[in-house]
C-alpha cells in the first residue's frame, strides 16, 4: 500500500510519502521493509509582511522570489494519481499568462 501526502502551509508544500509493505513487523528474517519519505519546506515564495514605517512603497504584502519547484513536485505527486495531459497544458498556458 502506498500513501502520498501534501500538506499546504502559506508559503509551502511538504511531501511525505509512505510505502507499507507488511503488517509484520516482529519478523525480521524476511529483509521486507516499510519506506516513508520526507521532502520538506518546499518554499513557493517569500511573503513580505507590510512595513508602514519604511515609508509607501511597504504599506503592502509583496510576494518575491517565486519558486516553482514545489508545483513541479505537486504535479508530478498528483500526475502520478491521474492522467494529467490536458490540466498540465491548462496549467502552463496559465503560468504564461502571470
Known amino acids: 500500500m502506498a500513501v502520498q501526502v501534501v500538506n499546504v502551509s502559506e508559503t509551502a508544500l511538504n ?3 509512505f510505502q507499507l509493505n ?3 513487523f516482529d519478523n525480521t528474517e524476511d529483509n521486507v521493509k516499510n519506506f516513508v519519505w520526507f521532502d520538506t519546506n518546499n518554499v513557493l515564495f ?3 509582511m507590510p512595513q508602514p514605517w519604511k515609508g509607501d512603497e511597504f504599506k ?5 522570489s517565486l519558486d516553482l519547484d514545489g508545483f513541479k513536485k505537486l504535479l508530478a505527486t498528483v500526475g502520478y494519481c491521474a492522467d494529467l495531459e490536458e490540466s498540465l497544458t491548462q496549467f502552463h498556458d496559465k503560468l504564461i499568462e502571470l
Not at 60 to 64: H, L, N, S
Open 15 to 17: 511531501f511525505t510519502y
Open 22 to 24: 507488511t503488517v509484520d
Open 46 to 48: 517569500d511573503k513580505l
Open 60 to 64: 503592502r504584502t509583496r510576494i518575491e
